[in-house]
């Protein structure tokens, strides 16, 4: 059985031409600032959050835990 190989298909606009040639930048909350965390950002279960509205939470602590795949645990991605 030779490779699979596919003609046309769909090619949809990815309208990159506005960040294409720029950098990535590291964005940093200023002192205080409050930082909203979606935890349902993909097909799977929305992850169970380990933290509460208000809690000091530190970088790198996981504030959300996986369920069921393809759910996968949330560390606090702060610098």
Not at 6 to 31: A, M, N, R, T, W
């Amino acid at each position: 059985m030779g490779l699979a190989t596919f003609i046309g298909g769909i090619h949809p606009y990815e309208g990159k031409e506005l960040s294409e040639d720029k950098p990535i930048k590291v964005l940093e909350p200023l002192q205080g600032e409050i930082m909203v965390y979606p935890l349902s950002q993909h097909i799977g279960a929305p992850a169970k959050p380990l933290v509460a509205k208000g809690d000091h939470v530190l970088k790198g602590q996981i504030i959300a835990a996986a369920l069921f795949p393809p759910t996968c645990s949330a560390p606090f991605p702060v610098r």
